[in-house]
């Protein structure tokens, strides 16, 4: 009987260790880290659109979710520094706005098994992220903001009917810049435009790239260029003292004084990433999903 006693007490002492174990295995919480290039009103529009949604899906940080934010200002080097120590904190997935981030996140992440979703990248596959939209391999995908530049020419010219000249302020640096500037040239000749680029590196470099177009260009136009959209009161500035309006492809910054904008509405590729990221998170063995594209774009004139 004493026998008996010990056994059925061993086997309680065990069964309550493993339920224990369990326990504690299903609240370890998700680890999120989130890099972001540079702040400004789309890229943290994109951000918090992704944290709603999150915590729509049952995401809630201080109980089942550690969430690590970090911004690069700007600055690529400091983006790979950041992305380093992201990938030695071993989180469950990196989310990475937009194609800097992204860049820096994927090169850290390149001997390991940690999933990077990007968001808000203009063209994942020039930039080289992915080699496929509709099946990524590796470990990465995401969600692209990219609206087609036919439909952003047709809207400035029903705006301003006199538009001929039309200038680009971009930072050469930028892969999604590069990509949108081949893709305005060849879409040009068909809206009767000639474009006119001018470059910055750097934010502070924005406002004397925009005053150098000053006598050359009709409008100008800063097109998900996320240098040149984190300086865009200095795009707008330099414009008016030229005389001339300025339209951007950024909806989240119109109130800063643009003409005329389309671009998508960032808070739902938040939303859209954040979809993606439950979706990896809940299904590890799975594939993972295609590169989407935005849901909604939307359009702005002033008034």
């Not at 030695?88 to 992440?109: C, G, R």
């Not at 509709?134 to 609206?147: E, I, L, Q, R, Y």
């Not at 909806?251 to 005329?260: H, K, M, T, Y």
């Amino acid at each position: 009987m004493y026998f008996f006693n010990t056994l059925t007490k061993t086997f309680k002492t065990i069964a309550c260790l493993l339920l224990i174990s369990l326990s504690s295995a299903q609240s370890v919480p998700t680890k999120i880290s989130i890099l972001q290039l540079v702040d400004h009103p789309a890229l943290n529009t994109t951000r918090e659109g992704f944290l709603e949604e999150l915590n729509k899906l049952g995401y809630r940080q201080g109980e089942n979710l550690i969430l690590d934010f970090q911004s690069a200002q700007g600055n690529p080097a400091l983006a790979a520094q950041i992305a380093q120590k992201f990938v030695s904190n071993k989180p469950d997935v990196i989310v990475a706005i937009p194609t800097l981030a992204a860049q820096a996140a994927i090169s850290a992440t390149k001997d390991t098994d940690i999933p990077v979703v990007f968001s808000s990248v203009t063209d994942p596959l020039t930039a080289k992220l992915v080699t496929n939209l509709k099946a990524p391999d590796g470990n990465v995908t995401g969600v692209s903001n990219f609206v087609p530049v036919e439909p952003q020419f047709k809207l400035f010219k029903r705006v301003l009917p006199t538009l001929k000249t039309l200038g680009i302020v971009y930072n050469p640096g930028e892969a999604n810049s590069t990509a949108l500037n081949t893709m305005m040239e060849k879409a040009a000749a068909s809206f009767d435009l000639t474009l006119v680029f001018s470059t910055a590196s750097k934010s502070s470099e924005v406002l004397a790239a925009t005053q150098s177009l000053c006598d050359k260009v009709d409008a100008v136009f800063v097109n998900n260029d996320n240098t040149a959209l984190s300086a865009f009161k200095s795009v707008v500035r330099a414009a008016r003292a030229c005389g001339i309006p300025a339209f951007v492809s950024d909806i989240d910054i119109v109130d800063q004084g643009a003409l005329a904008a389309l671009g998508p509405d960032q808070r739902e590729v938040g939303r859209q990433t954040a979809r993606m990221v439950d979706f990896i998170l809940k299904t590890p063995s799975a594939p993972l999903p295609a590169v989407e594209f935005p849901n909604k774009t939307e359009e702005f004139v002033k008034k």
